[in-house]
């Protein structure tokens, strides 16, 4: 069970990683006010999403502890990232301030996993 767990923990930091990656590559567009939501953005928020549901379940399979709450913050900002992504994905240019929050959001979503114990 710990290799299946360790496997889609790498996946998901894949999916973290893409969804950070494409808003890092986008970052000086960001400052022209031309960027734009990629493919990878939204393919690593939709990976983090399944993995992570996975990895809930197969914690609780395994009789290890599960902090729903943590866990349900996560979700929460997931989900509204996920929105901002799948509805401005077509348009080529998205605001300053949209875009500034889905970088935030994600930033957050990644020092609640690592910083909330």
Partial sequence: MDVLI????????????????????QMKAMGRGTARFVPAMLHGALTMLVTGMVLVGLDQADDQ?????????KLALL?????LVYVKRDEEK?????????????TANVFIAVLWT
């Fill in 65 to 73: 502890p599960v902090n729903n709450i943590k866990i349900g913050v």
């Fill in 94 to 106: 998205v605001d300053k301030s949209l875009f500034g929050l889905v970088g935030l959001l994600t």
């Fill in 6 to 25: 360790h496997f889609f923990v790498g996946l998901h930091i894949i999916g973290i990683a893409s969804l950070l990656g494409g808003f890092l590559t």
């Fill in 79 to 83: 989900v509204v990232i996920l929105g």
